[in-house]
């Protein structure tokens, strides 16, 4: 199953760390180390502005909000232990049409706020699923929650200190208020809201390094099963990715909807119950940075050190079901499941790949409404746009 | 300025001669092979951050401990360095560290990975300092501290 390139975008003078589709616009952002983002079109490939000059430092992260109406939101994540948040109106025929803005709505992107309070770099920001809440995570050791109340008005709703090291990436449930963490202190945490608190549900133990990002698989991939419920994947130093599933229904809330009302019994158990029930074929021979888990095909694509992109697809008719088998014989027969059906090596020539994400394809090529790319970003600056054929 | 001007771009041109120049780079004939030797020469005359002395002569810096693995069919080579602190609580091994591999990073051509350790059981923390040095996100988080800079481009200064 080969990768063919689509487009190369030379986007940046200095590396790529992140780049983020946008929830469902043609649109593209990009974190680089020369302090600026840029926004790309994905109808045309070109770059259509940058955002820069609101951060000091390396921009890490970049995180579009979801179910924004009439403007984009961008959240900013930099070296500079700050995060910012950026407005830019949406005049939609423009957007839909690819969105060459003019040079005058292009100074119509806005540094509309900073969130200040963290020590130390932040290394990732992400929205939850409705937009209402941010989570932001540092090298200072923690992960905090940040809530809208009203426009350009955010209120810290919570600081954890769980982790013992740096904290790399943090992510949300594609539907709970469930929030994941991943550190270098080699483990993964999960939160969720307990009445006025925020606690960690969970602790995955199991990586042998640094864990660099964890995703959770998107409630449309046609592998997705509610009765055995979530699960989340995680890449790492140690070179595995790895796949842990939710077990049974423990903990407040757990396997129904964001609307499910609050639990009145305080004290009551907000643990959850995780185990690795699988660890994807081998194929990076250094550090894996980034996976991207497809909301339509369900499968995962990682890059990393190597300059490898590799994609790994499950066999539904192999996968473990809910509950049949426990423990390490689950996790093997897991691991089976799993086939590598693509290996690219040296997508952005000898450079590093620090990111890749599946987006749905707009260009004029497109291969009706559920076709998709990849793209990749490395250290040479570059925005590669891929096709699964 | 204390920091060079490539702490805050690793893009700008570098300040020390590339062992394969652009040339050569662009030529896939001509592909130079670098050894161990090459590589010892690069950091041998770096200075150590707190003394006139310079890190081959202080043996924090050792032929032995250099490995090359360059072949020529593969995209990308990797240069292994393990460096020896003078001391086991040296408080400046970090900045060795990172020395190190800004010099390497800088005069060697972008095909080459670069893990500088410091070798297993020469320091009290040899495993955490190990680890921050294979991150690279910390690294280049380092690469943008003007103070860690300034010291590191003292070390580079006696390189000519």
Known sequence: MPLQKLASVSAHTDRIWQCA???????????????????????????????????????????????TRGESVLASGSFDATAGIWRRYEDDSGAATGG?????????????????????????????????????????????????????????VAVMQEHTQDVKCVTW?????LLASASYDDTIRLYREDLDDWVCCTLLEGHESTVWCITFEPLTTPNYDAKRGARLASCSDDKTVRIWTRVGQSGVGAGQGAGAPPSILRGAPVEENWTC??????????????????????????????????????????????????????????SKAWKIVAELKGAHGVYEINNVAWSKRYDKDKRGEDDEIIVSVGDDGNVNIWAVE | SLAPSYANDPFAPSSVPELVSDDSEDDDSVVESIDAQEIYDLVSTMCDPEHPITLGE???VNLDHITVQDDPEELTGLITLEFT??????HLATVIGLGLVVRLQQALPPRFRIDVRCREGTHTTD????????????????????????????MIETCK
């Open chain 1, 277 to 334: 029930s699988a660890i994807l074929p081998k194929a990076h021979d250094r550090s894996i940075y980034s996976i991207s888990w497809s909301p339509r095909t369900g499968r995962i694509a990682s890059c990393g050190g190597d300059g490898k992109i590799v994609i790994y697809e499950e066999d539904k008719t192999s996968a473990p079901g809910a509950m049949e088998v426990d423990g390490d014989a689950k996790a093997e027969q897991g």
């Open chain 1, 21 to 67: 589709p946008h929830p469902t616009l043609p649109l593209l952002a990009t974190a680089s180390g020369d302090k600026s983002s840029r926004i790309i079109s994905l109808l045309t490939y070109n770059t259509l502005s940058t955002i820069d000059g609101g951060h000091k430092r390396s921009i890490r992260s970049v995180a579009w909000k979801p179910n």
């Open chain 1, 173 to 177: 449930h594609p539907e709970e208020i």
């Open chain 2, 58 to 60: 202080l043996a924090v």
């Open chain 2, 127 to 154: 495993r955490q300092l190990n680890k921050q040095l294979a991150d690279k996100e910390r690294v280049m988080s380092a690469l943008e501290n003007e103070t860690l800079m300034g010291l590191v481009g003292k």
């Open chain 1, 100 to 156: 060459e803005y003019n040079d005058e709505e292009d100074e119509e992107w806005r540094f509309a706020v900073v969130l200040d309070g963290h020590e130390s770099e932040i290394k990732s920001v992400a929205w939850s699923a409705g937009g209402s809440f941010l989570a932001t995570c540092s090298r200072d050791k923690s992960v905090w929650v940040w809530e809208e109340l009203d426009d350009d008005n955010f209120e810290t």
């Open chain 2, 85 to 90: 602190p003078t001391i086991t609580h040296c």
